[in-house]
């Protein structure tokens, strides 16, 4: 059983290899993400029943598996672009920031600033958590998911909590 720091290193660790660095430790994700679970346990010296544990203790659904493979579940900053299924998303998505960048943002729309894909969630308290990592007082944007998907913008299911989009313009998006 592992302690809670230790954990939280280990899915940071797990994370970063799925997410930024596969290469690092040689690992090769297919076009949609996934790698060999084997290849992860052996890669970073890991056990089942450590990715159980990280993964059952997770306020997150960082990563996904089925069979014997694995990948993360949003929030690649890879090269290579990691494809999704499009799906409909809800009628509005949030989206967390800090006031410097708000203007900005309303002009420019939203954009993957370093990842693949903008990250969204369905709630405001989420939006507000992840705002509130660089600012006390973080804007909210309300997106019109819904909108912005009829006019052929592609949204993905990323977790639970999170949705993933192509970059959206300021016209769909409203400070709350």
Same mark, same amino acid.
């Given at each position: 059983?592992?302690?809670?720091?230790?954990?939280?290193?280990?899915?940071?660790? %797990?994370?970063? @290899? !799925? &997410?930024?660095?596969? $290469?690092?430790?040689?690992?090769?994700?297919? *076009?949609?993400?996934? #790698?060999?679970?084997?290849? %992860?346990?052996? @890669? !970073? &010296?890991?056990?089942? $029943?450590?990715?159980?544990?990280?993964?059952? *203790?997770?306020?997150? #659904?960082?990563?996904?598996?089925?069979?014997?493979?694995? &990948?993360?579940?949003?929030?690649?900053?890879?090269?290579?672009?990691?494809?999704?299924?499009?799906?409909?998303?809800?009628?509005?998505?949030?989206?967390?920031?800090?006031?410097?960048?708000?203007?900005?943002?309303?002009?420019?729309?939203?954009?993957?600033?370093?990842?693949?894909?903008?990250?969204?969630?369905?709630?405001?308290?989420?939006?507000?958590?992840?705002?509130?990592?660089?600012?006390?007082?973080?804007?909210?944007?309300?997106?019109?998911?819904?909108?912005?998907?009829?006019?052929?913008?592609?949204?993905?299911?990323?977790?639970?909590?999170?949705?993933?989009?192509?970059?959206?313009?300021?016209?769909?998006?409203?400070?709350?």
């Amino acid at each position: 059983m592992m302690n809670k720091q230790h954990k939280k290193r280990l899915s940071k660790r %797990v994370s970063y @290899a !799925l &997410r930024h660095g596969p $290469e690092k430790f040689n690992l090769h994700l297919d *076009d949609e993400g996934w #790698v060999k679970l084997e290849d %992860v346990f052996d @890669a !970073l &010296r890991i056990t089942q $029943e450590d990715l159980d544990e990280i993964m059952e *203790d997770s306020d997150k #659904v960082r990563f996904e598996v089925q069979g014997d493979l694995i &990948r993360a579940t949003y929030g690649h900053s890879i090269k290579k672009k990691i494809h999704l299924e499009a799906i409909e998303p809800p009628e509005v998505l949030y989206h967390g920031t800090y006031p410097k960048v708000a203007d900005k943002i309303q002009n420019g729309g939203l954009k993957p600033m370093g990842r693949q894909y903008v990250h969204l969630s369905e709630e405001t308290d989420t939006a507000v958590m992840v705002g509130g990592r660089r600012a006390r007082d973080p804007v909210i944007f309300v997106v019109d998911a819904k909108k912005a998907f009829e006019d052929g913008i592609n949204f993905y299911h990323g977790n639970d909590t999170t949705w993933l989009a192509e970059p959206i313009p300021g016209k769909y998006l409203k400070k709350l």
